[in-house]
């Protein structure tokens, strides 16, 4: 399974931002995928996550303000992120979870300049 990552940038302070990852390769129907973010000198921590049935989860310093969905039909997850703050900067990290099995993509950076 390969995911990639794109749509992450430059942003001002309440602004927003669409991430996007699409997954390839040998693709389980049930699965969840997500989003994780990393910043700088921080742990790697989950942002939002959907199943392939829809249920989503967040991280309470996001609810409210980003959105995940995903196209089954795509293989595609997105990440939409409005009244972005400085503290939402981080590498962003797209996440496919199977079982026992967890591929990661290459991560896309978002920085939110005040």
């Known amino acids: 399974v390969q995911l990639q990552a794109s749509g992450g940038g430059l942003v001002q302070v309440g602004g927003s931002l669409r991430l996007s990852c699409a997954a390839s390769?040998?693709?389980?129907?049930?699965?969840?995928m997500g989003w994780y973010r990393q910043a700088p000198g921080k742990q790697r921590e989950l942002v939002a996550s959907?199943?392939?049935?829809?249920?989503?989860n967040y991280a309470d310093s996001v609810k409210g303000r980003f959105t995940i969905s995903r196209d089954n039909a795509k293989n595609t997850v997105y990440l939409q992120m409005d009244s972005l703050k400085p503290e939402d900067t981080a590498v962003y990290y797209c996440?496919?979870?199977?079982?026992?099995?967890?591929?990661w993509g290459q991560g896309t950076l978002v920085t939110v300049s005040s």
């Open positions: 959907i199943s392939s049935g829809g249920s989503t």
């Open positions: 996440h496919l979870g199977h079982l026992i099995y967890d591929y």
């Open positions: 390769g040998s693709i389980f129907s049930i699965n969840r």
